[in-house]
Nanobody, 125 residues
């Protein structure tokens, strides 16, 4: 069964850090770009970051630039999202997905398949 599994979420105070992991099961991520998305209660799912198959190209939403870093370890078949200086507005369920189609924007959800089940990130004091 082909699936992605996110982990690493939790409760953290403002200004804190978390590292999310996105692990693939049943297939290799070596040749795919991977995106991270998030969805807060009552809001639409939005793009957070995307990394190319080689890791040589990355994209970030303006809201997380300078605070979040996406990376990948193809040997471990895993993509990471390091989140620093977390803010309450970062609270959301975070998802990863495989980018299988290409258009004008990496943030377009329709370009992604194999969505994971998500991991909850809560930033609160």
């Amino acid at each position: 069964q082909l699936q992605l599994v996110e982990s690493g979420g939790g409760l953290v105070q403002p200004g804190g850090s978390l590292r999310l992991s996105c692990a693939a099961s049943g297939f290799t991520l070596d040749y795919d770009a991977i995106g991270w998305f998030r969805q807060a209660p009552g809001k639409e799912r939005e793009g957070v970051s995307c990394i190319s198959s080689s890791g040589g190209s990355t994209n970030y939403a303006d809201s997380v630039k300078g605070r979040f870093t996406i990376s990948r370890d193809n040997a471990k078949n895993t993509v990471y999202l390091q989140m620093n200086s977390l803010k309450p507005e970062d609270t959301a369920v975070y998802y990863c997905a495989v980018r299988r189609r290409y258009g004008t924007s990496w943030m377009n959800l329709n370009q992604y398949d194999y969505w994971g089940q998500g991991t909850q990130v809560t930033v609160s004091s």
